[in-house]
């Protein structure tokens, strides 16, 4: 790598900062001290039952109480006031997606109020990272994440969720978590 | 009524009804049976197999919860009450997982290690002093006393060492047959560290004996080459551990380092090696590696209790102590089992919060623990003993020796260490500072 760490590069020698391990001290260096002083914190936490009472949830039995309306669990596709699907096909959430997992065929939408519609809107939710990207991307707040996290499948097939599922999602989480904002495109 | 559960149910109960039966029937000759030390040596022998497996694996589980209680969670608490079936589900698991043998290893050796492994580690119980002597209340009052031990020979100790120190040729075996390199680093390692702890383990053995040999009334001082023997010497005065602390440390740490336990567990160091030696191994071949690293466990402790702390015997300020050390009524002796099986637990907790406390060793600061620290210290204080022994001078002078060895390993290796870094980190940090690297020197000779 020619001129990299010449003057004028973009990085200089002053730039870097050394910072040194500090030096053991003598008490230190004895070593002994150090070892019972860790088996006195382990054998701390180790009778120390009600703060592994207080911080393990014992999860199938008892849930963690989540911040529903930031989580990233399940996509679901939103429905319009109308119960129609609120996607208008425009492929924003297929290119932001880093993991690949969104595909989309569009068409000519049969209503008044929109130019296009999705008749094949695919998630490959084992290939789904939930960075929510799409979520951002989405001029029409149409695909969201919601506060689902228990994702259970037979098969890699069973995964990938087409468009009716994507709806039922919505279906059964928008009580839960209510669209965002309804009339963001007038209609 | 179908469910297999209930078959198993009905089988069991008929199978113990059956075996209620034999045992009434056959209750006279049953008696004379185990009135035959013998008999009652197999028996026994039968029993503690038995007992030591299942020890085993509830000590997995033990390690299990322990690892889990330092890390502020619960363990396994989902199969059975707080999770005391967790080690029947794991063995089930086990025997039904697939057993793979890959096609290139050296078959006969790949399947005999894990056998070498467990058995090496099993076959050293034979010596320890369970109970020792009682009397069934069937056999007459002046009648040859029973002991509660396989076998009492008289080379016990050394059994033991010779015994304990074959636990690494499963390993090594496990390790080479493998035909993988990571196997290989891993047995090599274990092969270089068994033989250097060895030193120390026999040095600090050798000294427990010396010292029973010492407290142990003249004409039997023979005795103390048997494990009984060493705790014969400790019955009613002082456990050796009292005139040998640093010595009894000492054979902890060795003890450790022979179980291939952690902090001395380079042989399976996951994070360099994989799995160590048994990177290869699966299901119940693997399984039966941990049996016998468990097993060896409980050996070296059930060792350790006998030598250095009493075996058997409870402290005098137990009530009933005198009983429970010295009747020979068989309920004295099952409780003598007891106390022991609890030195044993104890020692085995120790073990695992150790694991769960310390990092791992660097392979030469394994080497530089054993050979310069546990090996001359080992030495001084065996002179100190010889000494002791020759002059017939009070077995508190190996206090005093120990306090002051002690002291003088410590001060001598903050000494050494004075002035010179610990790590290579700041090694490299000083030699940059001198002048010797210049401060792109990494980068320079890496050709950037």
């Given at each position: 790598?020619?001129?990299?760490?010449m003057?004028?590069?973009?990085?200089?020698q002053?730039?870097?900062?050394v910072?040194?391990?500090?030096?053991l001290?003598?008490?230190?260096?004895s070593y002994?001290p150090?070892?019972?002083?860790?088996m006195?914190?382990?054998l701390?936490?180790?009778f120390?039952?009600?703060k592994?009472?207080?911080n393990?949830?014992?999860?199938?039995?008892?849930?963690r109480?989540?911040?529903?309306?930031?989580?990233r669990?399940?996509?679901?596709?939103?429905?319009?006031?109308?119960?129609?699907?609120?996607?208008v096909?425009?492929?924003?959430c297929?290119?932001?997606?880093?993991?690949?997992?969104?595909?989309?065929?569009?068409?000519?939408?049969?209503?008044e109020?929109?130019e296009?519609?999705?008749i094949?809107?695919?998630?490959?939710?084992?290939?789904?990272i939930?960075?929510?990207?799409c979520?951002e991307?989405?001029?029409?707040?149409a695909?969201?994440?919601t506060p689902?996290?228990q994702l259970?499948g037979?098969?890699r097939?069973?995964?990938?969720?087409?468009?009716?599922?994507?709806l039922?999602?919505?279906?059964?989480?928008k009580?839960?978590?209510?669209?965002?904002?309804?009339?963001i495109?007038?209609? | 009524?179908?469910?297999?559960i209930?078959?198993?149910?009905?089988?069991?109960?008929?199978?113990?009804?059956?075996?209620?039966?034999?045992?009434?029937?056959f209750?006279?000759?049953?008696?004379?049976?185990?009135?035959?030390?013998?008999?009652?040596?197999?028996?026994?022998a039968?029993?503690?197999?038995?007992?030591?497996?299942?020890?085993?694996?509830?000590f997995?589980?033990?390690e299990r919860?322990?690892s889990?209680?330092?890390?502020?969670?619960f363990?396994p608490?989902r199969?059975?009450?707080?999770?005391?079936l967790?080690?029947?589900?794991?063995?089930?698991k086990?025997?039904?997982?697939?057993?793979?043998?890959?096609r290139?290893?050296?078959?006969?050796?790949?399947?005999?290690?894990?056998?070498?492994?467990?058995?090496?580690?099993l076959?050293a119980?034979a010596?320890?002093p369970?109970?020792?002597?009682?009397?069934?209340?069937?056999?007459?009052?002046d009648a040859?006393p029973?002991?509660?031990?396989?076998a009492?020979?008289?080379?016990?100790v050394i059994?033991?060492?010779a015994?304990?120190?074959?636990?690494?040729?499963?390993?090594?075996?496990g390790?080479?047959?493998?035909?993988?390199?990571?196997?290989?680093y891993?047995?090599?390692r274990?092969a270089?560290q068994m033989?250097?702890?060895?030193?120390?383990?026999?040095?600090t053995?050798?000294?427990?004996?010396?010292?029973a040999?010492y407290?142990?009334p003249?004409?039997?001082?023979t005795?103390?080459?048997?494990?009984?023997?060493?705790v014969?010497?400790?019955?009613g005065?002082?456990?050796?551990?009292?005139?040998?602390?640093?010595?009894?440390?000492?054979?902890f740490?060795?003890?450790?380092a022979e179980?291939?336990?952690a902090?001395?567990?380079?042989?399976?160091a996951e994070q360099?090696?994989?799995?160590?030696?048994?990177t290869?191994?699966s299901?119940?071949?693997w399984?039966m590696?941990?049996?016998g690293?468990?097993?060896?466990?409980?050996t070296?402790?059930?060792?350790?209790?006998?030598?250095?702390?009493?075996?058997?015997?409870?402290?005098s300020?137990?009530?009933g102590?005198?009983?429970?050390n010295?009747s020979?009524?068989?309920l004295?002796m099952?409780?003598?089992?007891?106390?022991?099986?609890?030195?044993?637990?104890?020692?085995?907790?120790m073990?695992m919060?150790?694991?769960?406390?310390?990092p791992?060793?660097?392979?030469?600061?394994?080497?530089r623990?054993?050979?310069?620290?546990l090996?001359?210290?080992?030495?001084?204080?065996?002179?100190?003993?010889v000494l002791?022994?020759q002059?017939?001078?009070?077995?508190?002078?190996?206090?005093?020796?120990?306090?002051?060895?002690?002291?003088?390993?410590v001060?001598?290796?903050?000494?050494?260490?004075?002035?010179?870094p610990?790590?290579?980190?700041?090694r490299?940090m000083?030699?940059?500072d001198?002048?010797?690297?210049?401060a792109?020197?990494?980068?320079?000779?890496?050709?950037?």
């Amino acid at each position: 790598m020619p001129g990299y760490n010449m003057p004028g590069s973009d990085w200089k020698q002053t730039d870097v900062v050394v910072v040194d391990q500090p030096e053991l001290t003598l008490f230190e260096r004895s070593y002994l001290p150090q070892v019972l002083g860790g088996m006195g914190t382990t054998l701390r936490h180790m009778f120390n039952v009600a703060k592994r009472s207080k911080n393990v949830v014992q999860y199938p039995e008892k849930k963690r109480e989540l911040r529903k309306e930031i989580y990233r669990g399940v996509h679901r596709l939103n429905r319009d006031d109308q119960g129609r699907v609120a996607c208008v096909a425009c492929f924003m959430c297929e290119t932001a997606c880093p993991a690949h997992c969104i595909h989309i065929e569009g068409a000519e939408a049969p209503w008044e109020d929109r130019e296009k519609y999705p008749i094949k809107f695919d998630i490959d939710e084992l290939r789904c990272i939930y960075c929510g990207m799409c979520e951002e991307a989405c001029p029409v707040d149409a695909i969201e994440l919601t506060p689902e996290y228990q994702l259970v499948g037979q098969s890699r097939q069973e995964m990938i969720f087409d468009k009716e599922k994507l709806l039922m999602v919505f279906d059964r989480t928008k009580d839960d978590k209510p669209r965002k904002n309804p009339r963001i495109t007038g209609y | 009524m179908k469910h297999p559960i209930f078959s198993a149910f009905i089988a069991l109960s008929l199978g113990g009804m059956v075996a209620l039966g034999l045992l009434l029937t056959f209750w006279e000759d049953i008696k004379m049976l185990l009135s035959d030390q013998f008999y009652f040596s197999l028996f026994l022998a039968v029993a503690v197999l038995g007992g030591i497996q299942t020890a085993v694996a509830y000590f997995i589980l033990l390690e299990r919860k322990i690892s889990a209680w330092i890390q502020d969670r619960f363990g396994p608490n989902r199969v059975g009450p707080v999770g005391l079936l967790q080690p029947l589900a794991d063995g089930v698991k086990l025997f039904l997982k697939e057993d793979i043998i890959p096609r290139h290893v050296d078959r006969a050796l790949f399947v005999f290690a894990p056998f070498m492994a467990m058995v090496v580690a099993l076959i050293a119980f034979a010596v320890i002093p369970w109970g020792g002597e009682f009397r069934w209340p069937w056999m007459a009052a002046d009648a040859e006393p029973l002991v509660a031990q396989v076998a009492s020979i008289h080379i016990g100790v050394i059994y033991i060492l010779a015994v304990g120190s074959m636990g690494v040729y499963g390993v090594v075996l496990g390790g080479w047959s493998s035909n993988n390199k990571f196997a290989f680093y891993g047995a090599m390692r274990a092969a270089a560290q068994m033989l250097s702890y060895e030193v120390p383990l026999g040095l600090t053995v050798i000294i427990g004996v010396l010292t029973a040999g010492y407290l142990l009334p003249g004409p039997e001082a023979t005795d103390a080459m048997r494990l009984e023997g060493v705790v014969a010497a400790q019955t009613g005065g002082w456990w050796l551990f009292v005139y040998h602390p640093v010595v009894a440390l000492m054979l902890f740490i060795a003890a450790l380092a022979e179980a291939n336990r952690a902090p001395f567990d380079l042989a399976e160091a996951e994070q360099e090696l994989i799995g160590g030696f048994h990177t290869e191994y699966s299901g119940m071949k693997w399984a039966m590696f941990f049996l016998g690293e468990y097993a060896h466990m409980i050996t070296s402790s059930a060792f350790m209790a006998c030598l250095f702390f009493g075996g058997f015997l409870v402290p005098s300020f137990v009530p009933g102590a005198e009983w429970i050390n010295t009747s020979d009524a068989w309920l004295a002796m099952i409780v003598r089992i007891h106390v022991l099986a609890f030195k044993v637990l104890l020692f085995i907790a120790m073990y695992m919060v150790v694991r769960w406390t310390l990092p791992r060793f660097r392979f030469d600061q394994l080497m530089r623990v054993a050979w310069k620290a546990l090996v001359p210290a080992g030495m001084l204080l065996l002179a100190l003993q010889v000494l002791i022994i020759q002059f017939g001078w009070s077995q508190w002078v190996a206090l005093v020796g120990n306090v002051v060895i002690f002291v003088v390993m410590v001060v001598a290796s903050v000494l050494v260490s004075a002035g010179s870094p610990i790590t290579g980190r700041q090694r490299s940090m000083i030699e940059r500072d001198r002048g010797g690297l210049g401060a792109n020197a990494g980068l320079q000779h890496a050709g950037l």
